[in-house]
């Protein structure tokens, strides 16, 4: 039975949340201070706090800091007034886990705790995720031999059961949807609708529309009422693909969707309430958004509960064969033609492209060689990678591969030096032409330990 500490200085509020809790089947501790509160996390094991933030004495961001500092991992909702957002975001910046705003109906914060609790167990489990990667992790149409793909899977694995809204990142291409998928078909809500809305297909004025409804004579041309993505993914998952695209009045909308569960369509005055789970992908960075002010602050920690980021191709590269050997049985099926494999040659220049368009452009590529094969093999002549061409002296002209800046293709350089020398760094210097000290500063760079030894 977990145990839940209740902050508040009203009386009756406290009271209330008690019972509530109580009779949703949780233990729970209560103090009227924050001071109190932090002798009873000192004596007694507690798996979620719940506190105000405006509290005698002690305010409720100073208790949020010292809880933390004591124990890290514990899960802290907060509790503040309509008018006091700001002061909330502060919190989450702080280390709560959530918040919810005054006045809120006891089913919200029940909804709340429960959500809390699953992505406390679910880090929990994560604690071990390094040595649960021992085991193979698979799911259909999903390649994953790579760490990095491994990683992905077994977190899906654990977010999977839970109602926690998940953010995906990752480059364009690199199967954010195929991630997102897979978190729906494992989880209990497998049987409802999976509905999917990309915000950068939609134009800016009708994207609130498509999500959320309208109603007969909204705008010209309503000539009927109909339901939104939120209404169609009821009881089952809405992925919403390029988040950070999605202009400020629509955020504002959504975060209420994420806060209360409910909304009106367009045009209309009827509340809706629906029980969707929220799946986010982003290829952009959600937190230079944030500092340039095109996206809002509470919305994000709304969304990034548990983070996912997908590793770019050429980060993974373990996974081209297995990839470009799926693509090609798709499409050998679809054309009904009889492709047989990929010689050792042609599977090597995959292997030495870039890949700025990640598993998108692999498949691409594979169709068109598919298309072109004049035997059975797909060889080096059938392998067509899309390599940006300009004009000789051209101001535009390129030296480093599509796609790659001159310090991603330096640190590309360090890593297959490193992989030549079989991890001696002596002998990568002297591959690379630099001193061992020049080899150990661009290591401290781009994040690799370097140990006296080799």
């Known amino acids: 039975m977990p145990t839940i500490l209740i902050i508040e200085d009203e009386a009756k509020m406290r009271r209330l949340l008690e019972l509530n809790l109580g009779e949703a089947g949780f233990k729970t501790l209560s103090a009227g201070e924050a001071e109190t509160g932090l002798k009873l996390l000192g004596s007694e094991p507690v798996d979620l706090v719940l506190t105000d933030l405006k509290l005698p004495g002690m305010s409720g961001l100073v208790f949020l800091q010292t809880a933390k500092q004591q124990n890290p991992e514990l899960p802290i909702v907060v509790m503040t007034a309509f008018g006091s ?89 690199v199967g954010k949807d195929l991630i997102a998928r897979a978190i729906h078909e494992k989880s209990r809500r497998a049987a409802g609708p999976f509905v999917k809305i990309n915000s950068t297909a939609i134009p800016e004025n009708l994207l609130e529309s498509e999500l959320f409804g309208y109603e007969k004579g909204a705008f010209t041309g309503a000539a009927t009422s109909k339901p939104g993505k939120f209404e169609l993914a009821d009881r089952g998952t809405l992925f919403l693909d390029e988040i950070g695209d999605v202009p400020a009045a629509t955020q504002v909308k959504l975060l209420r969707v994420l806060q209360e569960r409910e909304f009106e369509r367009l045009g209309g005055t009827r509340t809706i309430k629906v029980d969707v789970r929220l799946l986010a992908a982003t290829n952009r960075d959600l937190r230079a958004a944030l500092e340039q002010g095109t996206f809002r602050e509470d919305l994000y920690y709304r969304l990034n509960v548990v983070p996912i980021d997908i590793a770019p191709l050429r980060e993974r590269k373990e996974d081209i064969p297995d990839l470009a050997t799926l693509f090609l049985a798709r499409f050998a099926k679809d054309s009904g033609r009889s492709l047989t494999g990929i010689a050792s040659a042609a599977m090597q220049v995959l292997l030495g492209h870039y890949w700025p368009g990640n598993v998108r452009e692999l498949q691409n590529v594979i169709e068109r060689a598919c298309a072109l094969a004049a035997g059975p093999e797909l060889r080096v002549d059938d392998i067509q990678l899309d390599v940006l061409r300009h004009r000789a002296g051209s101001a535009n002209e390129r030296f480093l591969p599509d796609g790659m800046t001159l310090d991603q293709w330096e640190d590309e350089m360090i890593r297959e030096a490193l992989k030549r020398a079989g991890g001696n760094k002596s002998q990568a210097a002297r591959l690379l032409g630099l001193s061992r000290n020049a080899l150990r500063y661009r290591l401290s760079k781009i994040g690799i330990e370097d140990g006296e030894e080799g």
Not at 112 to 133: F, G, I, T, Y
């Open 85 to 173: 957002v700001e002061t909330a975001v502060e919190a989450m910046k702080a280390g709560a886990s959530d918040y919810v705003l005054k006045p809120f109906s006891l089913e919200e914060m029940r909804m709340v705790v429960r959500k809390e609790l699953d992505h406390s167990r679910l880090q929990e489990e994560n604690r071990s995720l390094r040595e649960a990667l021992g085991q193979k992790y698979s799911h259909p149409n999903i390649v994953a031999r790579s760490a990095k793909m491994q990683e992905v899977l077994a977190t899906v694995e654990r977010v999977a059961p839970t109602n926690s809204t998940v953010l995906l990142g990752g480059e364009s291409g």
